[in-house]
């Protein structure tokens, strides 16, 4: 099969970092044709720097491209399903930065604009990809941890608010802070671990401490102003209930006073436990062996597995008809109606129901 001819729409840091930097390792499978981005001068540097043939500031130029098969999306969160959609019905497949949408509505607006079209929509999930978490998923399929009963999961920044007074902290814009920026990261891959069970109750309570300090500490972006709006929470906690009875309690902040920085998921089963933490970067199993406590730390070696180009590769194999798509676009609607739920739960003080 020939290459796979994308647009890259948005071209801040994200798609710099993590998807540029990816496609460069995958020429014998992408061609990226095309760079857009609402900054005057922004894509035409970027295209410059990545040798990329054209450059637009009107995404709809993008789409109108003869000879496109698919466009990737790394603009703020609320344009991903504007532009998401208008790419479906225009023919193309879809490869859309997290979160999926800024709501449950506009949610599943992607998912039924997939279905219509015929055409892949699938939504960034780069923890699927890590070692850690390729290692456990076939381990627990294999029955190691038993019933995953509870769950924790979260990230947690001592100091680290991007793009202060920018889009990130305008919730028009972002949806809502670390909940729905960093949540959707640690919540899925749980979720996924656990078999992928259907939320049916959701609780949560959200705060905004630190919206009059201005600390950047290197997750700022090119909008930022220390003076601009900051709506949305700093620290949001959570709890979720699931339709096997299982639980995941969650945790996430982009500034809270606590000992270090970490990101991290924990599952419980009647077999063995399982934890890991950007701390160590170790995954942890916790079971039992001749009636003793037994620890097992797996060694991946120094080789990692990269989470971005996993993804890449996933959706290159299903476009060629060679994989199913590790993400379904019905998982992405139930991500949306979980964060939607827990800022809900905030404001009422009540459980909500899905």
């Given amino acids: 099969m020939s290459k796979i001819k994308i647009a890259i729409i948005g071209c801040g840091s994200i798609a710099t970092n993590a998807h540029m930097s990816n496609y460069q390792l995958l020429t014998d499978r992408f061609e990226v044709v095309a760079a857009c981005d609402i900054v005057p001068g922004r894509a035409e540097e970027f295209a410059r720097k990545f040798g990329i043939p054209s450059a637009y500031e009107d995404y709809h130029d993008v789409l109108a491209l003869d000879g496109l098969d698919a466009v990737d999306i790394c603009t703020p969160n609320y344009l991903h399903s504007i532009i998401a959609v208008e ?3 225009k023919g193309l497949h879809v490869l859309c930065e997290k979160p999926d949408a800024i709501n449950p509505k506009e949610a599943m607006k992607m998912k039924l ?74 919540i899925d891959v749980s979720i996924w671990l656990m078999g ?22 290197g997750h700022g972006s090119r909008d930022c102003d220390p003076n601009g709006t900051f709506d949305v929470e700093d620290l949001a906690m959570g709890f979720i209930r699931f339709d096997n009875g299982a639980v995941l309690q969650l945790e996430f902040s982009w500034a809270s006073n606590v000992e270090r920085d970490d990101r991290f998921f924990e599952l419980r089963g009647n077999r063995a436990g399982a934890s890991w933490h950007s701390a160590d970067d170790k995954l942890k199993i916790f079971g039992e062996a001749c009636g003793k406590p037994i620890d097992i730390i797996p060694n991946f070696g120094k080789q990692q597995l990269n989470g971005h180009k996993g993804n890449l590769e996933n959706f290159a194999d299903v476009l060629e008809g060679k994989a199913d798509p590790v993400f379904l676009p019905e998982q992405g609607v139930d991500m949306i109606k979980i964060l939607s739920a827990i800022y809900e739960s905030a404001e009422s003080g009540k459980e909500i129901l899905l």
Avoid at 205 to 217: I, N
């Fill in 113 to 186: 604009a997939s279905e219509q079209a015929g055409k892949t929509l699938m939504v960034i999930r780069n923890n699927r990809f890590m070692n850690h978490s390729v290692y456990l998923k076939k381990y627990i399929e294999d029955g190691g941890l038993g019933k995953i009963y509870a769950a924790r999961c979260g990230w947690q920044r001592r100091r680290g608010i991007p793009g202060k007074g920018g889009w990130f902290t305008t919730k028009e814009k972002s949806g809502g802070g670390p909940l729905i920026d960093l949540g959707v990261h640690m």
């Fill in 196 to 217: 992928n069970p259907r939320p049916v109750a959701v609780s949560g309570a959200t705060y905004r401490e630190f919206a009059d300090t201005y600390v950047p500490m």
């Fill in 87 to 89: 790419a479906l019905q």
